[in-house]
């Protein structure tokens, strides 16, 4: 008897829909199939499926037009609750930024205790034309940019249940969360904020899950231009920039586990 292939939905917030060209047209050449779901978080433009199936032109397609722009953090948890309360079939979600490439969305055969699996990137920083080599041949192993674990929400296969979980357990402390976000000048990657939430908010709640390294490349990250502002924050640039955004990651887990810890202790009372 054959195994049922896993239902994988691709995730992407996008703000700036130019980024789009970069980020779909790979999609297309994927040999998996999975359902892409899209969360415009730029109410000023309405991004319609022709335009997007100019770019990716098979494949099942949701398309989410945000009312208003919620920023970076939001629109992941909403994008989230959409896969849900839409019941999208799904058992795992990969997140991909925009303006990133995602080669291989291939997940192995794990066990159920696993919630994630962690691969590696390949960052482009140098050249722009080092965008029209990326390939699906470099999961061995890419033969330009920096390529090393990608510890991260993007481009890390996550279990769709536990991230379901996790988006209706922020819910109620977004407002804590974008208040701490507030108290540093420099952009914190929300990316890899929400990665470590989610590891420190698995440790509490299911505890005998972990996530798994595998040694192969499925995602490109592109850092071309050196622009010192992103979304109206500074981008850190030196050494006390990235403690303080460390810092703040910390804090921020520490209120995942203390929030996390307090729900399990009413819910046994």
């Known amino acids: 008897m054959f195994e049922r292939k896993p239902h994988i939905v691709v995730a992407i917030t996008t703000f700036d829909l130019d980024a789009l060209r970069v980020s779909l047209p790979p999609l297309g050449r994927m040999r998996e199939r999975f359902t892409l779901v899209i969360h415009n978080d730029n109410p000023a433009i309405c991004l319609t499926r022709g335009a997007v199936r100019r770019m990716y032109p098979r494949g099942k397609l949701h398309i989410i037009n945000a009312g208003q722009n919620r920023g970076e953090l939001k629109s992941r948890i909403a994008l989230v609750n959409y896969i849900r309360d839409k019941n999208i079939p799904c058992d795992w979600i990969v997140f991909v930024d925009d303006d990133d490439v995602l080669i291989e969305c291939t997940v192995p055969n794990?066990?159920?205790d696993i919630f994630a699996i962690v691969q590696n990137a390949t960052t482009l920083s140098e050249s722009l034309t080092d965008?029209?080599?990326i390939s699906r041949g470099w999961t061995n192993g890419a033969p330009i940019g920096k390529t090393g674990p990608h510890f991260d929400i993007t481009?890390?296969?996550?279990r769709a249940k536990i991230l379901f979980e996790f988006a209706e357990f922020m819910q109620p402390i977004i407002p804590d969360t974008e208040k701490l976000l507030a108290t540093?000048?420099?952009r914190v990657?929300?990316?890899t904020l929400l990665w470590a939430g989610i590891n420190?908010?698995?440790q509490?709640?299911?505890p005998t899950y972990a996530p798994i390294y595998m040694n192969r490349t499925n995602y490109v990250a592109i850092r071309m231009g050196r622009a010192t502002t992103k979304y109206g924050r500074t981008v850190p640039a030196n050494a006390p920039a990235h403690k303080t955004i460390s810092e703040t990651i910390k804090k921020f887990t520490g209120l995942v586990e203390l929030v996390a810890t307090q729900n399990m202790v009413a819910e046994n009372q």
Not at 155 to 158: K, L, N
Request: proline share 9%; no cysteine; hydrophobic share 40%.
């Open 110 to 112: 794990v066990g159920p």
């Open 131 to 133: 965008i029209f080599k």
């Open 155 to 158: 481009g890390t296969m996550i």
């Open 184 to 186: 540093t000048k420099y």
């Open 189 to 191: 990657p929300i990316s």
């Open 200 to 202: 420190t908010f698995v």
């Open 204 to 206: 509490v709640r299911h």
